[in-house]
């Protein structure tokens, strides 16, 4: 499919609604202008592309709603060569705004269905993203340490895996909670191995999920 000034306009759009709803880093919102996000979509979805709610890519997963991609970017606080592990590949829309702003993505999903769907469709963008099929509570202990850790599913406990992977003053963002709602929380690691935690508003995400990823 490809990418049309149709499209570029519905991106515009969407932009200007994420903004209102309060993200005013324009590098994240020039990143959201970047990546055409109906891609992402099997196609003839391509109406509800431009519209800021999440969407279901197959295998019972979901492309998280935009401003939630853009809040949760927001808190890891990216720079140019920063190391950020995404668990939960998903459809791999998140992975490349995090790309797009410079990051150096690692990303792990858990399907492995979704997770080889995601790594050829991957394949068409320029960034260099390092892909793993396997367990999120886990990490990917033998990238660590990483500057930022964002878990795009929702977490019934901070992993004490990710926190070991994180360095000092790095990021932890964790929507966190069993329920319907998630609280999402901003953890920095400090010197002395304590975590400062920041809490900010409810949130929707599908479940961490613990078993093989046959499903
Ligand atoms: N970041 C994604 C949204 C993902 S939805 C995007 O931009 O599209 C959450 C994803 O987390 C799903 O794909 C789900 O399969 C995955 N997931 C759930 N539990 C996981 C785990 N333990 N490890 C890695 N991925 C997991």
Do not use: W
Not at 21 to 26: A, F, M, Q, V
Not at 92 to 99: D, F, K, P, V
Not at 112 to 118: G, M, N
Request: charged share 25%; net charge neutral; hydrophobic share 35%.
């Amino acid at each position: 499919m490809e990418d049309n000034y149709r499209h570029k306009g519905l991106r515009k759009k969407l932009v200007n609604e994420i903004r209102k709803k309060g993200i005013l880093d324009e590098q994240i919102l020039n990143a959201f202008m970047a990546i055409p996000r109906h891609l992402f979509l099997d196609s003839g979805f391509l109406e509800f592309a431009y519209e800021d709610k999440p969407f279901p890519i197959g295998s019972g997963q979901t492309i998280s709603q935009p401003y939630t991609v853009a809040f949760q970017t927001q808190l890891l606080d990216i720079r140019p060569g920063s190391k950020i592990l995404e668990i939960g590949t998903g459809s791999g829309y998140q992975a490349c705004i995090l790309a797009e702003l410079g990051a150096d993505v690692y990303t792990i999903e858990r399907q492995k269905k979704l997770f080889e769907k995601t790594k050829k469709f991957l394949s068409r963008f320029p960034y260099d993203l390092h892909l793993f099929q396997g367990d999120g509570f886990k990490g990917v202990p033998q990238h660590a340490p990483y500057d930022g850790i964002i878990i795009t599913a929702a977490a019934p406990e901070i992993p004490q895996d990710l926190v070991d992977q994180l360095q000092i003053g790095g990021v932890l963002v964790i929507p966190l909670g069993e329920g319907s709602v998630q609280t999402m929380l901003r953890i920095v690691k400090q010197e002395d191995g304590s975590l400062q935690r920041q809490q900010f508003g409810g949130f929707r995400f599908v479940p961490m999920l613990r078993d093989s990823g046959n499903d």
